[in-house]
Structures are given as C-alpha cells and as structure tokens.
C-alpha cells in the first residue's frame, strides 16, 4: 500500500496533538499529509465550570512550545494560573523557615516560574489549532499497526491509513508501543496520587507549595480563583484510607500534613486516586515508528514534568522533521529517527531517576543518607548559582532546547 499520509499521530492527547501541528508549523510538512487519531474527543472546555481536577505546571519552554503550536493565546485568553514562588520544604522544618527551599521569579527576572493550566484546556486548544490549520483529526481507537520497510499501516475502524511515519503519542499505556514490539521497563512506585481542588484559609501568594513528608509528597498548586490544586502521593494503603476518610476527617488530615501552612483547607471537589509508575520504553524508536510522551515514559509526579518533558520530545521530533527535509531524508527513516532518540532519552531518564531520587530521600526516606539529603534542601537555598541554575533547567529555559523551546 502506498502511503496516503506522511505522518499518523495515534493519540491527541497534549503531546500528540502538540507533535502534529509543530509537524504543519515549524516542519513544513502539508497539513494534508498528517492525520490524528483519537480514541475520543474531550468535552468543550467552559469557563463557567468550576475548575478540573486533572490540570499540569507548565514550563516555560512548553508555553512557548504551545505557542509554537499555534495554541498558547488561546489557553491563555481562556484561564491560566501563573505561580510567582516555590516553597519545598521536609516536614523536619518550619514552611516559613530559612532552611525552606524558595524559588523566586522576581530574583530570576521573570515575571513567573510558569502556569498551570488544566489538561483538557490545552489538549481542546491544540485540537482547534490543528483542525483550524487544515490536520484531520479521526475520532477511533488504533487495534493493529503493520510496519514494513516502505510504509507504517494503521487499522481503525475497519479503516487503514498508511503512512510514512507512525508517532505514538498513546499515552502510558500504549497500543503502539506495545503492537511495535517495543519493550517497557516500569517501576511501580506502590504509591497513588490524590488529586482534588480545595479552598485555603490563607492566601496561596501565586506560590506552589510543596512538603516532603517522610510517608510522601503534598504540593498546593495555586489556581487564579483562590483555590489550591493538590497532588498528594503516598503508599497505597494510605491512600486507600485517605480517599474513603469522611470529608471533615480528609480536610483535618490534610490541613495537618500541609502543617497548617495555608490554613484550614476545605474540599471544594471530589478525590481522585492515580497508581504512579516510572516507565521508560526500551527503545523510543524503530524503522517507521517512534514513541512520544507518556508512550515513551512516565516519571514520578513531584516535580510536575511529565507533559514539559512529553512537549520537548514533540517538538524535538519537529525539528529532526524538518532536518529531513533539508537533507532530502525520509520521515520514516531510522537514521534519523535515532537523531531524536538521542536526544531526548538522556534527558527523560536523568529526570526520571532524579524523580525517583527525590521519592526514595526526601519524599520517603528515613536513614542518614535521606537526613544528608533533607538538609541539601536549606543548602541550595543558600547557594545561590546553584539555585539559580536549578531554577532555570526545570523552567525550561537553559540547556539543549528544541526550537520551539527557545526564547523568540
Ligand atoms: C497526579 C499527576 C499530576 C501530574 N502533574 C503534572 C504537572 O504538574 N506537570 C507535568 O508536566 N506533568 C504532570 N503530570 C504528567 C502528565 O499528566 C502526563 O505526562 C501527560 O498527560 C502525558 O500526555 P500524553 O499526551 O503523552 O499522554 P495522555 O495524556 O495519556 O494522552 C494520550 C492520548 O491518546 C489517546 N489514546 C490512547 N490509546 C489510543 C488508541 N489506541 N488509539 C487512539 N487514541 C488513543 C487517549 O485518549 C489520550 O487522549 C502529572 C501526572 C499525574 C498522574
């Protein structure tokens, strides 16, 4: 079969969809010969509803990749919470003490570290960009992906797309992945994160809130209504317990492992419960096929970086794109598919054993070796180059950055 398509993305969610359109935009592949598949579409984003449970801290450079993306005005011109300050302390110190670590834009020049934004926002955002920019998104389920040294086939529905390249952007639990023959190794954290809105006492100063407490991780997100977005991650079994507690037993937790830092916190939404694993796929790339996002890894929710990481291999991906076509190369080509693995899978498992680091030390460690690691937390606050270095790499603003990523 002779490919109909250049480029099938499986999966619009925010990485793919983000692909798919820096693929149009800054590749300069014809939006005629990229199609999207998605298993559904998400229901219209309202501002009139209350805010969701599912929303992420963006980077910098992923807001400047949504930018690139042609959806960035809208996400912000519909509702955006920018954070100003990061607060991460143990639960072995005082919230408002000197051996709290603190980041601060203003001592970084910048107007915030970044936004968080809630998920559907930016996935409907970037769907409207691509069918707005002429990409056809199908609404369907991907069961069978056929690869062949020519061409990439797909099935859904009873329909069959060819392709030169297939991107799997499927999310953690990919079918193409897993069709592709690809291998994952997975870590399951034996933890769940508790997700919920709530309403504090105190203001949240436009400041993330972040306490390691020896059984787990609570971060307060702030949200432009006053509200706080929290992720609160610890063992199954008190999750379990957590998540069945009466409301006014919840909040009472809650309050006291936030060490009464905002106030009392009521419940302003139901609780979710999320399993956490770290996955990395053995290979992100084959001939014909090559895995993006959550496809290709999942680390540990602490430091929010699952999408930010997920949008620099999207719009590393872009640039390899467009380097083929300046070399008269084939999408689909492996030499150059490796281009982009090289590139990005460093990166993604740095951050993830950093991640896991973070969890086994500071989140849940109790030996000298985590005490060693707490008080490294009032040391970086003093120093600070490092600090500030920090600072910059998880903003998305130094290091090896794909186009996109970079300041205009
Ligand atoms: C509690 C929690 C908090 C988090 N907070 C942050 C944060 O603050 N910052 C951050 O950067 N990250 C955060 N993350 C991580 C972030 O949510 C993920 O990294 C991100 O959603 C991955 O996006 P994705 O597009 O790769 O995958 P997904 O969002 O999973 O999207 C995959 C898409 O593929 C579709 N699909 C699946 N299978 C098929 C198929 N067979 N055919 C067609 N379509 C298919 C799905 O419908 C979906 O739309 C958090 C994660 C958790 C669990």
């Known amino acids: 079969m002779s490919p109909g398509y250049d480029i099938v993305v499986v999966g619009g969610g925010a990485v793919g969809a983000a692909f798919a359109a820096l693929a149009v935009r800054q590749a300069r592949v014809p939006a005629s010969r990229v199609i999207v598949i998605e298993r559904e579409r998400p229901p219209a984003w309202e501002r009139a509803e209350a805010y969701d449970l599912r929303v992420v801290a963006l980077s910098r450079a992923s807001s400047r990749i949504l930018a690139a993306a042609g959806a960035w005005e809208t996400i912000v011109a519909s509702r955006t919470s920018p954070y100003e300050r990061m607060r991460i302390w143990h639960e072995s110190m005082s919230p408002h003490g000197d051996d709290a670590l603190v980041f601060d834009a ?25 069918e707005a920019g002429g990409v056809e998104v199908m609404i ?63 203001p949240h100063e436009r400041t993330a809130w972040q306490r390691f407490l020896g059984h787990g991780t609570l971060a307060f997100l702030p949200l432009a209504n006053g509200q706080c977005s929290i992720v609160w991650s610890v063992g199954n079994e008190r999750a379990e317990a957590l998540r069945t507690l009466s409301v006014p037993e919840f909040e009472r937790e809650l309050t006291a492992a936030l060490d009464g830092a905002l106030g009392e916190v009521r419940l ?48 590393s991906l872009a640039d390899v794109l467009a380097e083929a076509q300046g070399e008269h190369e084939d999408y689909g080509a492996l030499r150059l598919l490796r281009r ?69």
């Open 140 to 202: 369907g389920t991907v069961a069978a992906l056929e690869l062949s040294s020519q061409v990439a086939t797909v099935e859904v529905g009873g329909r069959r797309i060819a392709a030169r390249l297939v991107v799997g952007a499927d999310g953690a639990r990919s079918r193409v992945r897993e069709l592709a023959g690809l291998g994952a190794r997975s870590r399951d954290y034996r933890q769940h994160a508790i997700v919920a809105n709530v309403e504090v006492a105190r």
């Open 340 to 408: 982009y693995e090289r590139r990005r899978r460093p990166q993604n498992e740095l951050m993830s054993a950093a991640m896991g680091g973070f969890n086994d030390l500071l989140a849940m460690g109790r030996g000298p070796v985590a005490r060693v690691a707490q008080r490294g937390l009032a040391l970086v606050n003093r120093m600070g180059p490092v600090k500030r270095l920090l600072a910059a790499r998880a903003m998305g603003v130094s290091g090896d950055l794909p186009a996109a990523a970079r300041r205009v």
């Open 106 to 130: 203003a001592e970084l020049g910048e107007p915030n570290l970044g936004h968080i934004v809630e998920s559907r926002l930016i996935q409907s955002a970037l769907l409207a960009a691509l």
């Open 268 to 315: 302003a939404s139901g609780r979710v419960s999320i399993p956490l694993a770290a996955t990395s796929a053995e290979h992100y790339v084959l001939e014909r096929c090559a895995l993006i996002g959550d496809a290709a890894h999942t680390v540990h929710p602490l430091a929010g970086q699952g999408v930010n990481l997920g949008f620099l291999d999207a719009a």
